[in-house]
C-alpha cells in the first residue's frame, strides 16, 4: 500500500521566513498527492494537490509544493510565513487502486513566531 | 452555508453506551467518508460510501457500523463504546470522478468515552 512520512511533527519559523515542511512517499508508481491545512478545532482543508499534471503545484494562501520523482518527494513551501498559517499540516497519497482512499502522514504542526 | 455538517460537535458519555454522529453535505457529492483522528493527530480512514454503497471498510470493530439513507448523509453508530474510541471523528465527501478528487471535511466530532 501507499504511504507518507513527514519528517518532523513540529516545525517553527518566524514571521516573513521560508516555510519549508517535508513530505516522502512510497509507492511503486507516481501517485496522486495531497497537502491539507487543519486550524485548530477545524476540520481538514486542501492545499493544493499534484495529479501528474505540472511537477511544481501552487495553491491557496501562497503554499506551493514540487513533486520529484526522484527523491520521492512533495515537500510543501512558502516564500514568507504569516502568523494565520500557524496550523497543522497533512500530506496525504490516493490509493493507485482505489482513488478514494486517502493515505494521510502523520502531520507537522506550524508554529510562526512574531 | 455548510458544506459538511457533522452533529454533534462534542459527545461526552460512559463506556458501554452506544452513540450515533451524523453527517450532512450539501455539496451533491457521490462518495462521503468516516475518519479516526487519534490523540496523536493520526489520520486514517474508517468507511466510505458511494451513492449509498459501501466501497471502503477498513479494518475497524464491528462495534462501528455506518449507515447512509441517501447520498446526502452518513451516519456513524458505536456500540458498546471502549476508552478507546476517544478520538475525533471527521465526516469527508467528493465527488466522482475518473481520478482522485479533493476530499471536503467536516468540523468533527470529538467523542470522549470516561
Known amino acids: 500500500a501507499q504511504s507518507v512520512t513527514q519528517l518532523g511533527s513540529h516545525v517553527s519559523v518566524s514571521e516573513g521566513a521560508l516555510v519549508l515542511l517535508r513530505c516522502n512517499y512510497s509507492s511503486s508508481v507516481p501517485p496522486y498527492l495531497f497537502w491539507y491545512v487543519q486550524y485548530p478545532n477545524q476540520g481538514l482543508q486542501l492545499l493544493l494537490k499534484y495529479t501528474s499534471a505540472a511537477t511544481l503545484v501552487k495553491g491557496i494562501n501562497g503554499f506551493e509544493a514540487e513533486f520529484k520523482k526522484s527523491e520521492t518527494s512533495f515537500h510543501l513551501t512558502k516564500p514568507s510565513a504569516h502568523m494565520s498559517d500557524a496550523a497543522e499540516y497533512f500530506c496525504a497519497v490516493s490509493d493507485l487502486y482505489n482513488f478514494n482512499k486517502f493515505y494521510f502522514g502523520s502531520g507537522t504542526k506550524l508554529n510562526v513566531k512574531p | 452555508d455548510t458544506a459538511v455538517s457533522q452533529t454533534p460537535k462534542y459527545l461526552v458519555t460512559q463506556m458501554g453506551n452506544d452513540k450515533s454522529i451524523k453527517c450532512e453535505q450539501n455539496?451533491?457529492?457521490?462518495?462521503m467518508y468516516w475518519y479516526k483522528q487519534d490523540s496523536k493527530k493520526f489520520l486514517k480512514i474508517m468507511f466510505s460510501?458511494?451513492?449509498?454503497?459501501?466501497?471502503i471498510n477498513e479494518t475497524v470493530p464491528n462495534r462501528f457500523s455506518p449507515k447512509s439513507p441517501d447520498k446526502a448523509h452518513l451516519n456513524l453508530h458505536i456500540n458498546s463504546l471502549e476508552l478507546g474510541d476517544s478520538a475525533v471523528y471527521f465526516c469527508a465527501s467528493s465527488k466522482r470522478d475518473r481520478g482522485p478528487s479533493e476530499q471536503y471535511f467536516g468540523p468533527g466530532t470529538r467523542l470522549t468515552v470516561t
Open positions: 460510501y458511494n451513492n449509498k454503497e459501501l466501497i
Open positions: 455539496l451533491g457529492h457521490d462518495t
